[in-house]
């Protein structure tokens, strides 16, 4: 009897110390907490801008945040960015805030820092009660680069006359490395490509101007560095208007019956209607369709120029239709659809051999909607050559192919309604007048002299 009452004493006793025990270990779990505050934070550049925002995530899931303190220091100078103290839920519950998204602007010239390195700094408490109540801490430190002077455009090539449809070459230096340099033509924007020249700063840009581009485009350089600050530079051009032909073309019945069902299969299953509906839509949406697949393949390009001398004409060919001819589409007497011709069509004997126009990479061989099969070559540095309607196509995506090198034969495979090449040139993401890229003496004048009159002797060629 004495020992179980011995036990059950023992039982209440160790009992009663847990239950004092307990709030030890809450304050022990809880208010001491151990776990650090967290800064999500990523620097997508160390550049910093005559302005430029940092946004911080702030978090701690446990005693909530307590304290932010951000200071831009160089050399021995310090400016505090932001030193903020966020509220309590009271003396037991920690903080009331647990996450929190900071935005903080910083512009360098406002506190006088100077150009060059500098050191953001970071630190974030919680309200745990360790370290003597202060709170657990977290110290984040990064680099800066501050750059609030825009790069300087030195304009190297000096005229530049374009026609309406036609292409030139811009070759400009920057003072200094640029995320993003090129020329503005009007609404488009054309890359420039460095490492063409031994200067690594010296840029080259291919632009074209679309067939509705008349004198009144306006063309500027635009350099943006890595800090985002931008300038503009205007270039000496003269855009010479160019009158594009008009040509009626007749649908009939015959063509429609031949045609048409060759695209049943990539015409969405609702096209109902007639021949001449479908029709209709083929030449519009499919066309508008292609073009968009076209501007994606022509977006990357090789950082090298493949080719040299003037690109090839299909040899023993006649022109059957001319660069922007502007086509009205009759049926019946009706007019049924308008649209741009932008490419020339060669027409030779049936199943022609094809060569490439000028050496490059094949990036597309394969059946391309209206212009059924096709063949795109990327001569580098946005340059490219397109063969459509095309029988057969013997070349793959990828290969390297050297001028005068047989792509395939001609044929009418898509929207072709006798054998013959489609051929276009696109710059970036511009068609533009073959015409330009077969004539010797103008790829002299507005190419090759252009790259002359580098002052360094260029690097690849
Ligand atoms: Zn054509």
Redesign the pocket.
């Known amino acids: 009897m004495k020992e179980k009452n011995k036990s059950k004493k023992r039982w209440y006793a160790g009992l009663a110390g847990a239950i004092l025990l307990l709030p030890v270990l809450w304050l022990l779990l809880v208010r001491f907490e151990g776990q650090k505050p967290e800064i999500i934070f990523e620097l997508t550049s160390p550049y910093v801008g005559k302005s430029h925002e940092f946004s911080i995530s702030l978090a701690d899931p446990k005693s909530g945040l307590r304290k932010i303190w951000i200071a831009v220091v160089q050399g021995g100078k310090e400016v505090v960015l932001t030193d903020q103290d966020f509220p309590s839920a009271g003396i037991f519950r920690g903080g009331e805030i647990k996450s929190k998204l900071l935005n903080i602007t910083f512009e360098p010239a406002k506190h006088e820092f100077s150009e060059g390195e500098a050191i953001l700094r970071l630190a974030l408490w919680d309200y745990s009660w360790r370290g003597w109540w202060r709170g657990n801490q977290v110290y984040v430190e990064k680099s800066l680069t501050i750059d609030t002077q825009p790069p300087e455009i030195e304009v190297i090539s000096r005229v530049h006359n374009l026609a309406q449809g036609g292409a030139g070459l811009v070759v400009f230096r920057t003072s200094e490395d640029c995320r993003l340099a090129g020329v503005q033509v009007g609404d488009n924007f054309f890359p420039a490509h460095t490492g063409y020249f031994k200067d690594p700063r010296i840029q080259l840009a291919f632009i074209g101007l679309g067939y509705q581009q008349g004198p009144e485009t306006e063309i500027w350089i635009e350099a943006v560095d890595d800090a985002r600050n931008s300038t503009r530079a205007g270039i000496k051009h003269f855009i010479r208007k160019k009158a594009f032909k008009d040509d009626k073309i007749d649908i009939s019945d015959r063509f429609l019956k031949w045609k048409v069902p060759e695209f049943e299969n990539i015409m969405p299953p609702d096209s109902a209607g007639s021949l001449v509906d479908k029709f209709i839509k083929i030449n519009r949406d499919l066309r508008k369709a292609n073009y968009e697949q076209i501007k994606e393949l022509t977006q990357t390009t090789a950082t090298t120029s493949h080719w040299e001398g003037k690109f090839l004409r299909m040899p023993g060919s006649a022109n059957?239709?001319g660069f922007a001819d502007h086509r009205t589409y009759q049926y019946n007497g009706e007019i049924i659809d308008r649209q741009v011709?932008l490419?020339?069509?060669l027409a030779s004997v049936t199943h022609a051999p094809v060569p490439a126009a000028n050496s490059g990479v094949v990036v597309f061989s394969g059946p391309l909607g209206i212009y059924g099969n096709t063949v795109l070559i990327d001569h580098g540095l946005g340059l490219f050559s397109m063969y459509?309607?095309l029988n057969r196509s013997d070349v793959s995506k990828g290969q390297e192919v050297s001028k005068g090198d047989i792509l395939g034969l001609t044929g009418n495979t898509g929207l072709?309604g006798g054998d013959?090449l489609?051929?276009s040139i696109v710059i970036h993401n511009t068609f533009v007048n073959p015409i330009e890229w077969w004539d010797e003496t103008w790829i002299n004048n507005n190419i090759l002299s252009k790259i002359e009159e580098v002052p360094a002797a260029p690097a690849q060629k």
């Open positions: 059957q239709a011709h490419g020339m069509d459509a309607h072709a013959h489609h051929f």
